[in-house]
């Protein structure tokens, strides 16, 4: 009865949602004009559909550097060679949609982050389908150091990867990666300093995996590493909001590759080297 009860409330808590965001005044962040509502049940906010699809990448991209391809594989000629960590994004930092993911961050403006996820989403499947990616089997988003948590109150690599646990039904595992260091922060710095200032800053806390993840995931992981003290997947995805450098990937990476494990990124946005889109 009790159990009744709370869904009926949580059903009710949902419909006076919808119908508070539905009646308040929203406006495109970007545009500010008015935002046309497709679902009545699923409210959109902070960014009109036009605003959105127009700041998309319109052509294919590396996976590796972010430069603009013709043709859809995974790397350009000159990642080929290397084979850098594969970055998942639907956009651009620099053409448009920036604007919503540095107010999300600095400004605690998250009324976009819903629509900004679903395109990552939607990016990730359209990959999966074209084979060009593996779907990972757990999400790990990049953590602030306790210190940097409090000050700004909130990761928003958390509430993305949460997002997009929910919506992929792959399972968030955010007690594995540590961020030992309170770093400076990477904006403003040069590709030399930002590699100084993540050196060490991370470490993976073996003992201290979700146990929630490992029971939800038991039946495709091997049981013998599920008793040993190491990584309990062979492939993740790290989720940030935004890979500029790729520094704090790459420091993160070597951690699991030493567990071997393959890592890919999944971020909001790319914010690519001067001139690999022309």
């Known amino acids: 009865m009790d159990w009744q009860l709370r869904q009926a409330c949580y059903a009710g808590f ?15 962040m970007l545009c500010s004009q008015d935002i046309e509502q497709y679902d009545l049940q699923k409210p ?3 960014v009109c559909q036009h605003c959105l699809v127009a700041g998309l990448y319109q052509h294919e991209v590396c996976l590796g550097c972010g430069k603009a391809m013709m043709l859809l594989q995974r790397y350009c000629g000159q990642c080929q060679s290397t084979e850098p960590i594969m970055v998942i994004a639907p956009c651009s ?6 604007e919503l993911i540095a107010a999300i961050k600095y400004q605690q403006q998250c009324a976009s982050l819903a629509a900004l996820v679903q395109v990552l989403a939607i990016r990730v499947m359209d990959l999966v389908a074209r084979d ?8 790990i988003p990049v953590p602030l150091h306790p210190n940097r948590l409090k000050s700004r109150g909130f990761n928003q690599a958390w509430l993305i990867a949460k997002a997009l646990s929910q919506q992929l039904g792959i399972v968030m595992d955010d007690a594995l990666l540590v961020r030992d260091v309170d770093t400076q922060a990477q904006a403003g710095l040069d590709g030399k300093a930002r590699r100084l200032n993540c050196a060490g800053a991370f470490s993976l806390n073996l003992n201290a995996s979700s146990s929630n993840t490992l029971s939800s995931n038991t039946s495709s992981l091997n049981t013998s590493s599920l008793n040993a003290k190491s990584v309990p997947y062979q492939r993740i995805a790290l989720i940030d909001d935004v890979v500029t450098t790729g ?3 790459n420091e993160i990476s070597q951690l699991f590759a030493a567990e071997y494990v393959h890592v890919q990124c999944w971020c909001l946005a790319r914010a690519e080297a001067p001139g690999l889109l022309k």
């Open 14 to 28: 949902r419909i006076v949602k919808h119908t508070i965001l539905r009646n308040l005044p929203n406006r495109c």
């Open 44 to 46: 959109h906010s902070g």
């Open 93 to 98: 930092y620099h053409q448009g949609l920036g």
């Open 132 to 139: 060009m990616i593996q779907l990972p089997q757990v999400l």
């Open 247 to 249: 520094t704090t990937v």
